[in-house]
């Protein structure tokens, strides 16, 4: 029953409209014919039965007298009268003992005629013999009848003064009934089945009326979901209840394709601003990567003169004063220009943290090393607590670590007069594989009114003009911070009362790496390997003694070429070339050999990028040894390292660039002299 079920829900509308409709169809007529034959039939036999009783009650009235004065043959007279009715088969009368006293027969196909002894079975039950009941049969008053297969049988009693004188038993053939019967039962099955076909006309007439619309309906909505064209409209083709639904459902489209045009509006207005969004962030980018590389460049001269006259024992104490003036403002002109330059690209969206794996303790201790001169300047306590990251490597951003710590620690000096600084690092596991990198520094600088807690993150920021003017800086320094700490996915928080100091609290998330130490160069100034091989000159067979290294520098800049050139003076380096830009640099290389290249990043004509990708095909194509080359750009947005590697670039130097750094770099490549003190 659940499969024929099923079978049906599955069947198209159209079919499960046809099968309703012939199926109820068929049914009713089905029914209502046999309600109307069984009764016809019925009234048939009851007519039949009214005119045998009837008859046997007529004769029994004129056979009184015959019966009471024993004159049989007056009764027999009376039965001829019934030869004009064909389907009376035996006329039998029986007197008051119920033994036969007259009788008027034909006998059909063997059928006896009419019983001696009158026998109740032969009315009542014709299948069995009764004993002769003659209280029952004087007891009659009115005919009784049954029906055998073909014949009707009718006793009725003769009754005069109340007693029973006698029995008139009548059996009528019914053949021609039963053919009557059957003409009647073939005539209704034709009715049927001719009544059936034009239900099924009907049927498939109605249903292309009803449901053709439902058909076509369905096939649009299939059409539509396939192809998404929603321009296809439902013909109305009345005004019905799917007249109503097919004008809600066009009304539907109208509406979707409204919407699904406004999308595409708006999805092309979302494409072109997000296209103009890229091209103005690739303009600022562009615009920040030149702004750095045109404020550094000179900060690199001025810097880099400052650090070399430093370094002279021979200038006398108020030159000295003088060059430390000019080192130190530069230093300060240099904090600006990278504050300043970070919180641009965090608001250009351009920062993104660069994870490798780092040694916490060497990052920390760089951070001390930095900073000390600062402390002992000021005479403070400087303490310093970072015992518990012994050991511990992390996977994550050190340059950017590097920097917050830095400007938090480094504020703290600055704005701390008397007193001290203390330090104190920590660690947190928080989940499997991930610590939490905590710092506390606490000072007894100046402190900070409890009502400008809530600005001391902000933006150009500080907490009076006073303390602008006292202590300088742009107020961007605890900002940049908080923004990359909370790039990093950690927070920063402070606590302060004015006058007696503050405290900053730092927790950042790094997963832990139980794997050997992996340090990477603390960054800031020193050069940092591109190839990622820290002993690259050491698979080298023999390094180059420094007076026999010949070296290429590209810099398009006039002071830092001088500048360069004094400083590789001052590393003893005697043989070396300047190119003002790429091209000339690639020129050189050509008809030279040369054993390390110091290549600035931004040039005319030929970038650095540039003429370091020509080199490297040159290189292959001639089948020559690739000569280190070291990026020293004044460009220090995000990127430009990997940048810089992807051009085929190993070092990567940030101007300004000082004795010390450019030392350090050129060590890897050649044997340099000590330092001259």
């Known amino acids: ?46 007519s039949i039965v009214d005119s045998l009783s009837l008859t046997a009650t007529i004769i029994g009235d004129n056979s009184v007298m015959p019966l009471v004065n024993s004159e049989p043959d007056l009764v027999s007279e009376k039965f001829l009268g019934l030869l004009s009715d064909e389907s009376i088969r035996k006329s039998c009368a029986y007197d008051q003992n119920f033994e036969l006293f007259a009788e008027y027969s034909i006998y059909w196909e063997g059928k006896e005629g009419c019983p001696k002894t009158f026998d109740l079975g032969l009315v009542l039950e014709p299948h069995k013999t009764l004993a002769l009941n003659k209280e029952f049969l004087k007891s009659l008053r009115e005919p009784i009848h049954t029906f055998s297969s073909d014949h009707l049988k009718v006793m009725s009693p003769v009754v005069t003064g109340g007693e029973v004188i006698g029995l008139m038993y009548l059996v009528s053939d019914l053949s021609k009934v039963n053919n009557l019967v059957a003409q009647e039962a073939y005539s209704t099955l034709v009715i049927i089945l001719v009544t059936t076909v034009l239900i099924i006309f009907l049927t498939i007439w109605l249903q292309k009326l009803i449901a053709g619309p439902i058909v076509r309906f369905a096939r649009i909505i299939k059409n539509i979901s396939k192809t998404n064209n929603y321009s296809a409209r439902v013909r109305i083709e009345a005004n019905d209840e799917f007249g109503v639904l097919a004008n809600s459902f066009n009304h539907m489209l109208d509406v979707i394709q409204s919407r699904e045009k406004a999308l595409k509006d708006s999805e092309r207005s979302a494409l072109m601003a997000k296209k103009e969004a890229e091209r103005a962030n690739a303009v600022k980018s562009e615009f920040l990567s030149n702004m750095s590389h045109e404020l550094r460049t000179p900060m690199n001269s001025i810097m880099g003169v400052a650090d070399i006259l430093v370094a002279d024992k021979n200038l006398s104490k108020e030159h000295m004063e003088l060059i430390e003036m000019i080192y130190g403002s530069s230093s300060n002109m240099l904090e600006i220009i990278n504050e300043t330059l970070d919180m ?39 303490g310093w607590n970072n015992k518990s990251l012994i050991g511990l490597s992390f996977v994550g951003d050190s340059k950017r670590l590097n920097q917050i710590l830095t400007n938090v620690i480094g504020n703290a000096l600055k704005f701390t007069q008397a007193g001290s600084v203390n330090v104190t690092f920590g660690s947190e596991e928080v989940d499997s594989g991930e610590h939490h990198f905590l710092c506390k520094v606490s000072d007894t600088g100046v402190g900070i009114p409890e009502d400008k807690l809530d600005y001391i993150f902000e933006r150009f920021t500080q907490v009076d003009e006073t303390i602008n003017r006292k202590f300088g800086g742009t107020g961007l320094g605890l900002a940049v911070s908080k923004e990359i700490i909370e790039l990093m996915g950690g927070k920063i928080s402070v606590a302060s009362k004015l006058g007696e100091g ?54 398009d800049d006039k002071f830092n070429q001088k500048f360069i050139e004094r400083l590789l003076q001052r590393l003893n380096v005697k043989s070396y070339d300047i190119a003002d830009n790429g091209q000339i640099a690639v020129d050189l290389w050509k008809e030279n050999t040369y054993d390390v290249i110091f290549m600035d990043c931004h040039m005319p004509e030929k970038n650095g990028y540039e003429a370091t990708r020509e080199i490297r095909a040159l290189e292959q194509e001639m089948g020559k040894k690739p000569v280190p080359i070291v990026s020293v750009t004044a460009d220090v947005t995000e990127n430009v390292q990997e940048e810089c590697k992807e051009a085929g670039m190993d070092e990567y130097i940030s101007k300004p660039v000082v004795e010390d750094v450019l030392r350090k770099a050129a060590s890897r490549w050649f044997v340099l002299q000590e330092k001259p003190s």
């Open 344 to 382: 641009a690209q965090l608001g250009a969206k351009a920062i993104t943290l660069n994870e490798s794996l780092f040694d916490v303790e060497d990052v920390t201790d760089n951070v001390r090393q930095s900073l000390s001169s600062l402390a002992n300047e000021k005479r403070l306590e400087f």
């Open 1 to 46: 029953m659940q499969a024929v079920s099923k079978l049906i829900r599955e069947l198209p509308v159209r079919k499960k409209l046809m099968l309703a409709i012939v199926g109820i169809g068929i049914f009713v007529l089905v029914f209502t014919s046999a309600i109307m034959t069984f009764t016809a039939v019925q009234d048939k036999k009851q």
């Open 502 to 555: 503050s405290c900053f609290t730092l927790s950042i998330p790094f997963k832990l790496s139980n794997s050997d130490k992996s340090i990477e160069e603390s960054p800031g100034h020193t050069g940092e390997n591109l190839s990622g091989d820290q002993q690259q000159a050491s698979q080298q067979e023999e390094l180059i003694p420094v007076e026999k290294v010949r070296v290429l520098v590209a810099e």
